[in-house]
T-cell receptor
Framework: GDSVTQMEGPVTLSEEAFLTINCTYT??????LFWYVQYPGEGLQLLLK?????DKGSNKGFEATYRKETTSFHLEKGSVQVSDSAVYFC??????????FGQGTTLQVKP | NAGVTQTPKFQVLKTGQSMTLQCAQD?????MYWYRQDPGMGLRLIYY???????DKGEVPNGYNVSRLNKREFSLRLESAAPSQTSVYFC?????????????FGQGTRLTVV
């Protein structure tokens, strides 16, 4: 069935380090791909998205490229800040409305 | 704009009790969702309603029922609560049929079943 797998956390980095959070998926059809972020005590909010193969989504210094050949959508940022500490979720959405998430990856950035 | 509003925010139930979690959105979205969030498991889809009048099972529907009352409201019912249903529940809404539209989330309901 359809599923999303993320790298296990927590990921602990020093400020200004390079970030990669891996996301791979198994999907029927042609879903759009998303990254959402959840700050403590809050609901999820959209970080970036990509709708078709080779699209690159970007926002706030974060980037991810829709790789159909490797069924991946890895999240990257060149220089993380303490304020980036949060839980990051990879997600897939189909035109039927179905929307599923990965298990989340906790990022801790230390000064 | 309130966005997506969930009630209650916290609830403690005894095993076997029933309750309904309420969700309402004011963004005129067609699609609505219920998820549960458990440590290490991420968000798992319980049920979703792609449009008013339709509901579909998600990844973990057992033990739950839903009602799409109207376009704005989508409720989740636990008929006989079990400790395994202790979780944080999130409601979300989005546009229907458009792949790249984001989902908007409520603040969550923290449910404990003792």
């Amino acid at each position: 069935g359809d599923s999303v797998t993320q790298m296990e956390g927590p990921v602990t980095l020093s400020e200004e380090a390079f970030l990669t959070i891996n996301c791979t998926y198994t999907a029927t059809g042609y879903p759009s791909l998303f990254w959402y972020v959840q700050y403590p005590g809050e609901g999820l909010q959209l970080l970036l998205k990509a709708t078709k193969a080779d699209d690159k989504g970007s926002n706030k210094g974060f980037e991810a490229t829709y790789r159909k050949e490797t069924t991946s959508f890895h999240l990257e940022k060149g220089s993380v800040q303490v304020s980036d500490s949060a839980v990051y979720f990879c997600a897939l959405k189909w035109s039927t409305g179905k929307l599923i998430f990965g298990q989340g990856t906790t990022l801790q950035v230390k000064p | 704009n309130a966005g997506v509003t969930q009630t209650p925010k916290f609830q403690v139930l005894k095993t076997g009790q029933s309750m309904t979690l309420q969700c309402a959105q004011d963004m005129n979205h067609n699609s609505m969702y219920w998820y549960r969030q458990d440590p290490g498991m991420g968000l798992r889809l319980i049920y979703y309603s792609a449009s008013e009048g339709t509901t579909d099972k998600g990844e973990v529907p057992n033990g739950y029922n839903v009602s799409r009352l109207n376009k704005r409201e989508f409720s989740l019912r636990l008929e006989s609560a079990a400790p395994s249903q202790t979780s944080v529940y999130f409601c979300a809404s989005s546009e229907y049929g458009t792949l790249n539209t984001e989902a908007f989330f409520g603040q969550g309901t923290r449910l404990t079943v003792v």
